[in-house]
């Protein structure tokens, strides 16, 4: 077996790269959620400036990697990293191309759906320890309007909701991977598998994550021989209110108690009295602003030491919907500790 | 500077993983074209058994990855790798990602357009050499009738195509990547920048890619201090017929000769003179099964010793160019050397 690899899915990184740098941009819904004072930086309204909602999902994602890079004090033009690796919902992820574009590094594409936060960690965290980069910029957002009208219907249309639905968020987070300096580690990494457990609306994403999100924790505590409460926070992607109550059931079956330690980004990002977001948030943003802009800072202050953050993707498209086809998911999990 | 790190782009691998083994399938048009005889499977058809065109790109990514499998002698299921790396045309990458799900096995989602092939070995050539797996299955394909309705018109449109444009190669590639056994060996990635020359016409997609990959070859060249003869072929992705001769000029300005040893996929895959292509081959079709169908036995043969695959991608979508944004392209090289 590969010497840094752990059990089927893992693998362990003999000198664990450090985040020393992330940056958080978010909308004004998220804004006025419960996180809304963490964000870096929050825009007044949808459009940023911009002639389209896409163009300002791609703002947003410019904006939130020249705010890693400064917290991580890297200057140049081109930045000094080695690698940018980033992804986003829009077709052929033209946000994170058109991103990679002004910074002039080697760059790597990727698509995850809204698992890409942890897939680039990973990816990113692999390079580093591997020998084949000082730092690597990460990076993935999403943009409410902008997803509706790719996914499901224009918003103009008024559609009424399902009210298992969850609320794309708009916002982005990128984040500084390094060989050297200070900051919180990516020790472990457990890549997750496809899975399809038969959930074909995709109003009900939540549901079809769930599965996947909980093999990849029941995989990664398996491989590491951790138990849940090795880690002071197990958080998941985007399940929000539906799936997480789902996740829960699932990892009972599997003897696993999840328990106030575990948490959803698609939970935390909103408040659900007081905004109207159905199940909860949703979108690469999701667990890209809950985790560059609260749950690091969260580690910074001492108040978490062992995280594991699990994202998680619906690997849809509305021509395999339209097709008859069901959703098939993945999650991947990343440990961060301090 | 990392200590895998060789100049601004390029890594070399310690230990060069080994290509030890591919599959080829490829469309009734591809298997009529001048290496139609190399290909490991043909079909009859563009429907494949399938009930939409793309349905039948996800089968034939699924046929190349079980030839892959079996000419590398890996059974089992799920099949004994440590990871599935793969990307393609379609919005979400689906056809990878329907793909994965049978494979059951850890998977990273890629989107590099056309330059996925050479993205994903990349990636998994990484993996390898850095410890975190022993064999890593690498897949991408497409379908022309798929990409036509998805980037420009319906088929059944009849619309007529420019002179410049090209022909999405029906067909997929997969190749295993491993630390131990036979076949040649990886020893330099060099990962492109993303590029923008300011073309702005999705018909012209050789153009748009021709400067991507005359920097990636410029930079390959300087960063492993080679002289372009060190190369048996340098092999780009799919400029097709007027992006190799943009790129041979612009190699020329910057004192580079490509001579004979130069060729493009897109214009081996096709005969011009008895196939109606406009240009020649695209998609990420075009350099898979033009490297895993002919030049990878070519290497088998003893005819190439020292291979520089340069995958070329035209990063754009309809909607960035409906809303009057440029095409961004990317290169990246892979060294193959028996």
Chains 1, 2 share one sequence.
Not at 152 to 167: D, F, I, L, S
Not at 240 to 266: F, M, S
Not at 310 to 333: M, R, W, Y
Request: proline share 5%.
């Amino acid at each position: 077996m590969a010497r840094k690899r752990l059990g089927v899915q893992t693998v362990r990184l003999e000198s664990p790269p450090l985040i020393i740098g992330s940056g958080s941009v978010a909308g004004p819904m998220e804004a006025k959620g419960p996180l809304g004072h963490e964000y870096d930086q929050t825009y007044p309204d949808l459009m940023i400036g911009q002639k389209s909602f896409e163009k300002a999902e791609r703002v947003m994602m410019q904006d939130a990697c020249k705010l890693a890079l400064k917290h991580a004090r890297i200057a140049g033009n081109p930045p000094e990293v080695d690698y940018f690796l980033a992804g986003d919902l829009m077709n052929q992820i033209t946000s994170s191309t058109f991103s990679a574009l002004p910074l002039g590094v080697p760059f790597l594409g990727l698509y995850g759906a809204c698992s890409t936060l942890g897939e680039s960690l990973s990816v990113g965290a692999m390079l580093i320890d591997g020998g084949y980069a000082d730092r690597v910029l990460c990076a993935t957002g999403s943009h409410n309007k902008a997803s509706e009208r790719q996914y499901r219907y224009p918003t103009e249309y008024g559609g009424q909701r399902k009210p298992y639905a969850q609320w794309t968020v708009t916002g982005a987070g990128a984040l500084v991977l390094a060989a050297e300096g200070s900051g919180p580690r990516i020790t472990h990494l457990t890549t997750g598998k496809v899975i399809d457990m038969g959930i074909s609306d995709p109003f009900d994403q939540g549901a079809a994550m769930a599965p996947a999100a909980i093999d990849t924790i029941a995989t990664h505590l398996k491989d590491t021989e951790r138990a849940v409460d090795y880690y002071d926070l197990i958080v998941t992607g985007d399940l929000a209110r539906v799936g997480q109550k789902l996740a829960i059931q699932l990892a009972a079956e599997q003897n696993l108690t999840l328990g106030p330690q575990y948490k959803d980004c698609g939970v935390l990002v909103f408040d659900n009295k007081r905004q109207d977001v159905h199940a909860g948030g949703s979108g690469c943003g999701c667990s890209a602003i809950v985790t560059c802009g609260h749950l690091l800072k969260e580690m910074a202050r001492g108040q978490i030491r062992k995280l594991l953050l699990v994202t998680t993707g619906a690997l849809f498209s509305p021509t395999t919907f339209q097709q008859g086809e069901n959703i098939p998911t993945i999650a991947h999990a990343v440990a961060i500790e301090v």
